[in-house]
C-alpha cells in the first residue's frame, strides 16, 4: 500500500520458538530500517542498513537478527524471545542514509505477540 | 536520552476547530519532520522543514520551526474526523549519517 510491504502482519510466537519478519520496498531505496514500537514508548531505531551494509545496531539484544540480502529485501530473525518483546515492527525505506534530508517510508508494520 | 518530544500527549477537539502540537527537541538538528499514524499501522510522512526554514505549508497543514528554542508546532486547520491519528515529530541530527529520532507522539481525536 505504501511501496513498503511488511509479512507477516500478525505473528504470535513462544519463547522458543524461531520466526522471522519479512520486509520489502518497490521504490528504489538504498536505506532500510527496523524500527520497534511498544506502547507509551516513543519509537525505537533497532537496525539501519545502507546499501546492503548495518550502519546501526542500537544495542539490540542478540535474539534479534537482521538479515539484508539486497537493497529490497530485509529481514528480521527472532528467536527465544522475551514477553516483554512483544510491539508493533515497523520496517522503513529511504534513499540513503547520508543523501541529506531523509524522509523515510514505512510499511504497515508487524504485530508480535510473544507468549 | 528522548530527542523530540511532543505536547500534549493527547488532545480532542470537535470537528472543524484547529489542532495544534508541539514538538521541543534537544540537540542541533539538519531537519524536522512529521509523521501521522493511524492505529496500529505505519508511519506516513506529513511534512519536512529544514533548519534555514521557519514555516511551511501543506495543504491544511502548517508547520513552524524555532532553532532558538528548539521547537516546532504542527497546526491542522479545519480539522476532520479523518485526521484522527497519532502525530510524530522527528528530528534529522546533524552529524554522522542520517537517521530519525522521533518523539512519544500526539493522539489526536476529531469528534464529529
Known amino acids: 500500500e505504501t511501496g513498503v510491504t511488511q509479512t507477516p502482519r500478525h505473528l504470535v510466537m513462544g519463547m522458543t520458538n524461531k520466526k522471522s519478519l519479512k520486509c520489502e520496498q518497490h521504490l528504489g531505496h538504498n536505506a532500510m530500517y527496523w524500527y520497534k514500537q511498544s506502547a507509551k514508548k516513543p519509537l525505537e531505531l533497532m537496525f539501519v542498513y545502507n546499501f546492503k551494509e548495518q550502519t546501526e545496531n542500537n544495542s539490540v539484544p542478540s535474539r534479534f537478527s537482521p538479515e539484508c540480502p539486497n537493497s529490497s529485501h530485509l529481514f528480521l530473525h527472532l528467536h527465544t524471545l522475551q514477553p516483554e518483546d512483544s510491539a508493533l515492527y515497523l520496517c522503513a525505506s529511504s534513499r540513503g542514509q547520508f543523501s541529506g534530508a531523509n524522509v523515510l517510508t514505512f510499511g504497515a508494520g508487524s504485530r508480535l505477540t510473544v507468549l | 536520552s528522548q530527542q523530540g518530544e511532543e505536547d500534549p500527549q493527547a488532545l480532542s477537539i470537535q470537528e472543524g476547530e484547529n489542532a495544534t502540537m508541539n514538538c521541543s527537541y534537544k540537540?542541533?538538528?539538519?531537519?524536522l519532520q512529521w509523521y501521522r499514524q493511524n492505529s496500529g499501522r505505519g508511519l506516513v510522512h506529513l511534512i519536512l522543514i529544514r533548519s534555514n526554514e521557519r514555516e511551511k505549508h501543506s495543504g491544511r497543514l502548517r508547520v513552524t520551526l524555532d532553532t532558538s528554542k528548539k521547537s516546532s508546532s504542527l497546526l491542522i486547520t479545519a480539522s476532520r474526523a479523518a485526521d484522527t491519528a497519532s502525530y510524530f515529530c522527528?528530528?534529522?541530527?546533524?552529524?554522522?549519517?542520517?537517521?530519525?529520532?522521533f518523539g512519544q507522539g500526539t493522539r489526536l481525536t476529531i469528534n464529529p
Open positions: 522527528a528530528t534529522g541530527l546533524i552529524q554522522g549519517a542520517q537517521k530519525l529520532v
Open positions: 540537540t542541533s538538528i539538519n531537519n
